[in-house]
């Protein structure tokens, strides 16, 4: 292993030229209302039909609302630098393209690997997630699902054992053939779901507000009872961590910067735009829901549904219940959705096979690559617990975003001269806030998601240097290829 290696990198003009051949492959049909549609659709979803409370419950109290706020903030300048960086290289890939053209094309292995198990195993949980409201919603018309095919195996029931999760796989099989059919067509279903689901969101709020008693937000942080991360300073930003999971809507966004109808414009407007709408939802979200129940309820998969108990209106019960299955199928639709983007880009630098970047004549999607992510997505719905799934939490996505905001310093020193549609504020300063902020939520999450994290990443190293760094097109182009 060589050093020089290591750190091969491609410059940002050879990104954007091969950014600009390979877009003949892929359709530019996004305009700036579906990509902040995009955004919303996976930001808004798991963070407020399930994560609220949860987090609420065991970490922050109604100090939820400043968890929030501290995770909006530290996506706010994230997101700034994620806006500079996807007007200037206006391809898919996401922070993994940004990290090729500045840091070189080992850690932009290691970013893109990290980036499969936020995105991939982020789709099953929200998959697992969907089942159960799925099957709450039927119960309720009186068409039931037998438990042993709506939950894990092993999971225990009734009478036994289950079996597998039928519904999460149909919504994971149902969405990944929507995907591979065209990126227009799951643009309109999003955005149709989108609307559903903040109309859902927001009637909650307004609604629910009148029926709020203050004394349950006394204390707002409620005392630590003597453990890091249990309520107190130390929950809320241990809080903050775990939400964090329901802001990567904003990284998702950047991967479709390829089919953008004008990305130097459409694309900091997407981000930031969706980013603004759903980090003001989420605090007002929270605020309306711990003023509802007392934040030690809200240990449950279906928070909203609990605060709609203390209103009383049981017609809205059933609308909430529909909200948040269409919140957590846009949640899935663009999950999928990014992960295929970045398998593409990766397998059109050689890191991955060929497969991957196999683009339909006919839809101009990687349907092949949309194919075996949903498969494999479907799998690990079916058969893992959420549970399991839900501790594959925010860490990576944090590192990634470190890089994101080291990209933009780097960019700024050896790019000076290059055109930027936009440009971030306030450098190195904004950038330098990004980071810190990303390490604080970092430092705040529990050490077995830095252990599993490493593991993850031991696999990765396995597969970039048995596969990756021979098939290299970037090395082999050099001269450099093992």
Known sequence: MDASGLMARKTVDDIVSGGEAESQGLSRTLGPFSIIAMGIGAIIGAGIFVLTGTAAAQYAGPGIMLSFVLGGVACAF???????????????????????????????????????????????????????????????????????????????????????????????????LLLMRGTKESARLNNVMVGVKLVVVLSFIALGWRYTNSANWSPVIPENDGTFGHFGYSGVLRGAGVVFFAYIGFDAVSTAAQEAKRPQKDMPIGILGSLAV?????????????????????????????????????????????????????????????????????????????????????????????????????????????????????????????????????????????KRPFRVPAVPLVPILGILSCLLLMAGLPLDTWLRLIIWMAIGLVVYFTYGRRHSVLRRKNGTAA
């Open 78 to 176: 994230v997101g700034l630098c994620y806006s500079e960086l996807s007007a200037l290289i206006p391809v898919a890939g996401s922070s993994y393209t940004y990290t090729y053209a500045t840091l070189g094309e080992f850690f932009a292995w290691l970013i893109g690997w990290d980036l499969i198990l936020e995105y991939a195993m982020g789709a099953a949980t929200v998959a697992v997630g969907w089942s159960g409201y799925l099957t709450s919603i039927l119960k309720d018309v009186g068409l039931v699902i037998p438990a042993r095919f709506a939950h894990a195996p092993g999971t225990a029931i009734e009478g036994g054992t289950a079996l597998f999760n039928l519904p999460a796989v149909f919504i994971v099989a149902a969405l990944t």
């Open 278 to 418: 759903c980090t003001i939802l989420y605090v007002l979200v929270a605020a309306v829901l711990t003023g509802l129940v007392p934040y030690k309820d809200l240990n449950v998969p279906d928070p909203i549904a609990k605060g709609v108990d203390v209103i009383g209106i049981g017609w809205f019960g059933a609308l909430i219940k529909l909200g948040a299955l269409s919140g957590l199928t846009t949640v899935i639709l663009v999950l999928l959705y990014g992960q295929s983007r970045i398998f593409y880009t990766m397998a059109s630098d050689g890191l991955l096979p060929k497969v991957f970047s196999h683009v339909h004549p006919t839809y101009q999607t990687p349907y092949r690559s949309q194919a075996m992510i949903g498969v494999c997505v479907a799998l690990v719905a079916a058969l893992v617990p959420i549970d399991i799934l839900g501790e594959m939490v925010s860490i990576g996505t944090l590192a990634a975003f470190c890089l994101v905001c080291g990209a933009v310093i780097h960019l700024r020193r050896s790019e000076k001269g290059m």
